[in-house]
């Protein structure tokens, strides 16, 4: 009874309130029914997704094509991956009689907490985009967050994992119960070896310690890589890109073509990744209807002012492996770029009157160096961390005169020197979405 | 002058070894900076060095370190007793200590190591080592008892954590600090490589005050959880 009331509460909540991005139905409902993740009922199929980075994108990807494929898809796919959000997508997509209306449920989820969740959903599939490097306030290290994930796996579960990422590809590993598929990237025609990211987090062989030999980095650990002294080294992939096309948008998979989403490596996993797990489901003839998916606008958006590009990247800041690649992008993208970056946390700055709050340490693991290029003709740090990324920067060996530096990030906008630039790239943070429209706009006022 | 730093391979979390690009940037030609691996014999058991490094590692770790230590434990003693800088940062200074949970440290100070992986412990600090204020934060499962020689005075930090943080034996230097320390706290990096007889420019020594000073004020300020 606990549990209908529940429901029914937090469906008339959610009819009622104008707030219908937010959670907090599901926060209701999980308040009054602390197992109502358990009791709601579920779509026939399952999906979680979890993963350093790239699930948001990944859960959007499946999602879109599921139900364009005619599936009825529940999903938290705009990225609230905590128990509330969960329960909102399941509770959107059932009676008040709690009959489910959608036969798939496409669920991201936090790596933190999979031994609680699988214990509700028992999901039929679990893909894992990579395990790395993230925020130090959430997930300490590697080492941690895999042992949470691995600890909660359910023995019939169908795993779809990275073979590029030598560290999530070992989830699941010592249960022969679990059935594991895995995706992967051949080093491409034109790809060149990076093995120069600070951070690696996986060095040495997990058997014998040995240092692992990289065949070939993509970057940071991503890549190929083998022991010297004992048989560890990749899984073999079931699902293989063999060729990008970026300039015709194509990529080839296990000999077939499909539409590249977007040219983007990270993108590219992310997309390969669905591509994979749908294959598993025997969902097939997905090359006419991936030409239809877009990356979600939020993520990577661009707009002009006269002839200059205003581009804004959103990355999860004090994510290194998420700003590394970010900034690896900016690098790569063509042009004469100005580079702004916002990357502190809103909600740390909120909370900066307290013990906890994010250190600082993760601008050292990040790649600052790839600003480092002659692309780039500026770059303005706005934030709180100004002076940090001030050091950090010249670390990083960029020439002075083309910093900038300022504490509000609201003025950046006002030390571009746009000379010889036909970009503006934006960096920002993810809760930095209102501060970086309101830069947008100054910068178009200025331009015009 | 010569920096040893022990294990790079797995004892490089949260950025610390650019605690040695920052030396090696200020000391320059000064400065031979060795890398010793772990299948490797640190370079210290048959030289005399200046600096031993270790910095922040995940657990599974720990065990390793102590294994590929544990030879040279006397000559780890040696050495600290004729006052070679040792510095051991975040859960890599419980190595030195007699145990972590069950398993055997080396042995060379009294304190034991607790891990509890329900509860990651991050935190600001504020803190005092003679006059210099150092500022960090801690990232860690686990927690040390029976210091008997601590290294820092709290002025702010989780109450949780006592009155004092990490053990400092002559110029032995253990703490959960991670930072990187010496970038973040210039004063201490200048009064480190004072012990080294070291008394030219430090890289963007400027840039990091400010950001130092920064930080200190920021966390001065802070009134909720602080002490």
Not at chain 1, 279 to 298: A, P, R
Not at chain 2, 82 to 103: H, K, M, T, W, Y
Not at chain 2, 147 to 167: A, L, N, T
Not at chain 2, 173 to 202: D, E, K, S, V, W
Request: hydrophobic share 40%; aromatic share 10%; with cysteine.
């Amino acid at each position: 009874m606990l549990f209908y009331l529940s429901l029914w509460i937090a469906k008339i909540y959610y009819r009622f309130t104008k707030n219908k991005i937010g959670d907090r139905m599901g926060v209701i409902a999980c308040r009054l029914d602390r197992q109502f993740l358990k009791h709601i009922a579920k779509p026939e199929t399952i999906i979680c997704v979890t993963g350093t980075n790239g699930k948001t994108t990944t859960c959007n990807f499946l999602k879109d094509i599921l139900t364009l494929k005619g599936y009825k898809v529940a999903s938290n796919s705009e990225g609230a991956n905590l128990r509330p959000g969960i329960a909102k997508a399941l509770i959107n997509q059932t009676t008040i009689f709690n009959h489910p209306k959608a036969n798939i449920a496409v669920i991201e989820f936090d790596e933190l907490s999979t031994k609680e969740l699988f214990a509700d959903l028992d999901p039929d599939y679990v893909l894992v985009t990579n395990l790395s490097s993230d925020t130090m306030k959430r997930n300490g290290h590697t080492d941690y967050v895999f042992d949470r994930i691995n600890q909660g796996l359910n023995h019939h579960t169908t795993l779809v994992l990275n073979r590029d990422d030598l560290i999530s590809s070992m989830l699941g590993a010592e249960d022969p119960t679990i059935k594991r598929y895995f995706y992967g990237i051949d080093s491409l025609a034109d790809e060149v070896n990076q093995d120069n990211s600070l951070t690696k987090d996986i060095r040495t062989c997990p058997y014998c310690d040995s240092e692992l030999v990289f065949d070939f980095v993509r970057y940071h650990h991503i890549g190929l890589a083998h022991c010297p002294n004992c048989q560890f080294k990749n899984m073999p992939s079931d699902f293989q890109i063999s060729a990008i096309d970026k300039q015709n948008r194509q990529l080839t998979l296990n000999n077939k073509t499909y539409p590249l989403i977007d040219t983007n490596i990270t993108n590219i996993y992310n997309e390969l990744s669905a591509i994979s797990l749908l294959e598993v489901m025997g969902i097939n003839g997905l090359e006419k209807i991936l030409s239809q998916i877009e990356i979600t606008k939020s993520r990577y958006e661009a707009e002009y002012a006269k002839d200059i590009a205003i581009i804004t990247q959103m990355v999860k800041g004090q994510n290194p492996i998420a700003v590394s690649r970010a900034l690896a992008y900016v690098k790569a993208m063509p042009g004469q770029k100005a580079v702004i970056m916002i990357l502190d946390d809103m909600l740390d700055k909120n909370h900066y009157h307290t013990t906890r709050g994010e250190a600082i340490s993760w601008i050292y693991e990040t790649d600052f160096e790839y600003l480092n290029d002659d692309s780039i003709k500026e770059i303005v740090v706005g934030g709180n961390s100004y002076a940090d990324l001030k050091v950090r920067l010249q670390y990083a060996q960029i020439d002075p005169a083309k910093l900038s530096f300022c504490a509000e990030e609201d003025d950046t906008y006002r030390y571009l020197k746009l000379t010889d630039v036909d970009k503006i790239v934006i960096v920002r943070d993810i809760y930095m979405g209102k501060v970086a429209k309101a830069i947008i706009a100054k910068i178009k006022e200025m331009i015009k | 002058m010569i920096i040893e730093v022990l294990f790079p391979e797995a004892a490089n979390l949260y950025g610390c070894l650019f605690d040695i690009e920052c030396l090696r940037q200020t000391l320059k030609d000064d400065a031979k900076i060795i890398f010793t691996h772990l299948k490797d014999e640190p370079y210290f058991v048959k030289n005399r060095v200046d600096l031993v490094y270790i910095g922040p590692t995940r657990e599974r770790f720990q065990s390793k370190f102590v294994k590929a230590l544990k030879p040279y434990q006397e000559r780890i003693k040696e050495l600290i007793e004729d006052d070679v800088i040792f510095i051991a940062l975040g859960n890599s200074f419980e190595i030195f200590g007699q145990r972590i949970d069950e398993e055997d440290g080396l042995n060379i100070f009294d304190y034991t190591a607790r891990r509890d992986f329900s509860h990651h412990h991050l935190s600001r600090f504020l803190g005092r080592f003679k006059e210099i204020k150092l500022i960090g934060f801690k990232s860690k499962f686990s927690s040390v008892q029976n210091i008997k020689e601590p290294f820092i005075e709290v002025i702010k930090g989780d109450p949780k954590e006592g009155s004092s943080e990490g053990i400092r034996h002559r110029n032995f230097f253990g703490t959960y600090l991670i930072g990187p320390l010496f970038i973040l706290n210039p004063p201490f990096l200048q009064y480190l490589l004072h012990i080294l007889g070291y008394a030219g420019p430090i890289a963007y020594y400027e840039d990091a005050m400010e950001a130092y000073r920064n930080r200190l004020t920021d966390f001065e300020k802070c009134d909720e959880l602080f002490r």
